[in-house]
């Protein structure tokens, strides 16, 4: 089911498939966008403040996006984010599964532009323990029905 | 030079290499992590809200965090991100070259733990032309001297 602005109502929640999070994952994301010691090697990780390989917040982002598109969250005109607010509670490590919660908090009719809206959605991020490792608010565009 | 928390004050700026955006690139990051027509066909684009190819925001992120791993911001024990918000003022499009300026907003020592701090950076990643596509506000964990 393609959704409207008109589908979406406060407290409404979506759910995702699962992603597995591969060390060779982390390593290849993190040569291309965050090669430092703790995204790219399981040795020099150790000594480092996380302890061990963990991946970058931004492929747990990333990750979190194609959760997002693929979920039942099916937003007319695709998901078109504006921004948001994010934080990374805890790393995410090698092995992990990850789905992805989410809850609309708001949905606003746009003043000036009468064919949209934008929606408030809290998104979290769960580990297969059922830990957040990333906790986002973000604001997405989303489409008005068309007028008969 | 390494730095430390006591080495960054509120006011400091630093500058990073840039990094252009190629169609190629923009659809491959896309094909993994945000399958959607707008970053993924310079056809079907056309007749979306973009109006043409842009990068996934997450992507545009992704190069703002290598920007910034290689700037001369070079923080004792690497980037640490706790978090941050984020706005996407205007898309990245294919052939953007890309370059982050960052400019710390504030200094703060953690009361628990006397290693360690945080530091608020704003991060505004430019175009070629000096317009802002990503605009960031985020808190890094960085690390105190060590004692002698």
Not at 36 to 62: E, K, N
Not at 80 to 90: H, K, S, Y
Request: aromatic content about 6%; hydrophobic content about 45%; proline content about 5%.
């Amino acid at each position: 089911m393609t959704l409207y602005l008109e589908d979406l109502v406060a407290g409404q929640r979506f759910t995702s498939g699962a992603h597995e999070m591969t060390a060779e994952a982390i390593k290849t994301f993190a040569r291309q966008f965050d090669p430092q010691p703790f995204h790219l090697d399981d040795v020099a990780a150790q000594d480092t403040f996380f302890h061990g390989l963990a991946a970058s917040g931004w492929h747990t982002a990333a990750v979190t996006m194609r959760l997002l598109v693929e979920s039942d969250m099916t937003l007319a005109g695709g998901v078109i984010g504006a921004g948001g607010e994010l934080t990374w509670p805890r790393p995410t490590r090698p092995g992990d599964v990850l789905t992805l919660e989410s809850l609309v908090l708001a949905v606003t009719a746009s003043k000036s532009k009468p064919e949209r809206g934008l929606v408030t959605v809290h998104s979290r991020t769960l580990n297969q323990k059922g830990e957040v490792v990333q906790d986002m608010t973000s604001r997405m565009l989303v489409w008005r029905k068309p007028l008969a």
